[in-house]
């Protein structure tokens, strides 16, 4: 059993987002983590790239799988958390505080409302 954090939206992709004003920070769940076992590889965006909600921004390796990593908004990176893509294997340490993914100005706050909350993304992935 993974914690979910309230104050957060998720997404079917396993992407979670905090908004603070217009600032999307972005990661992934404690669930998809697990899912992927030990993290070996991350690829981000840059400072300045635009993103797309539903699109791929980066990719994230483990041992056992590549996966896409989806944006839940659209709008631009302000910031990449560079600290992970250097050591990727500390993703899972602190999924929801030090281990974000992307902080992104978001061009339209509307596009998030087919978030899940925590108790239905914990309902989905853990089926309770």
Same mark, same amino acid.
């Given at each position: 059993?993974?914690?979910?954090?309230?104050?957060?939206?998720?997404?079917?992709?396993?992407?979670?987002?905090?908004?603070?004003?217009?600032?999307?920070?972005?990661?992934?769940?404690?669930?998809?983590?697990?899912?992927?076992?030990?993290?070996?590889?991350?690829?981000?965006?840059?400072?300045?790239?635009?993103?797309?909600?539903?699109?791929?921004?980066?990719?994230?390796?483990?041992?056992?799988?590549?996966?896409?990593?989806? =944006?839940?908004?659209?709008?631009?990176? /302000? #910031?990449?958390?560079?600290? *992970?893509? %250097?050591?990727?294997?500390?993703? $899972?340490?602190?999924?929801?505080?030090? =281990?974000?993914?992307?902080?992104?100005? /978001? #061009?339209?706050?509307?596009? *998030?409302? %087919?978030?899940?909350?925590?108790? $239905?993304?914990?309902?989905?992935?853990?089926?309770?």
């Amino acid at each position: 059993m993974f914690e979910y954090p309230e104050d957060l939206k998720y997404t079917d992709s396993h992407e979670y987002i905090r908004l603070e004003n217009n600032i999307a920070t972005v990661g992934i769940t404690a669930f998809a983590i697990d899912q992927l076992g030990d993290i070996v590889f991350l690829d981000l965006p840059e400072a300045g790239t635009k993103v797309e909600k539903g699109q791929t921004f980066g990719t994230i390796e483990s041992v056992k799988a590549v996966e896409d990593i989806y =944006s839940p908004v659209t709008g631009t990176v /302000i #910031e990449a958390n560079t600290t *992970l893509v %250097d050591e990727p294997e500390n993703i $899972a340490t602190d999924p929801y505080g030090a =281990s974000w993914l992307l902080k992104v100005s /978001i #061009e339209d706050e509307s596009e *998030l409302s %087919d978030t899940l909350s925590a108790s $239905a993304y914990s309902e989905k992935v853990e089926g309770k």
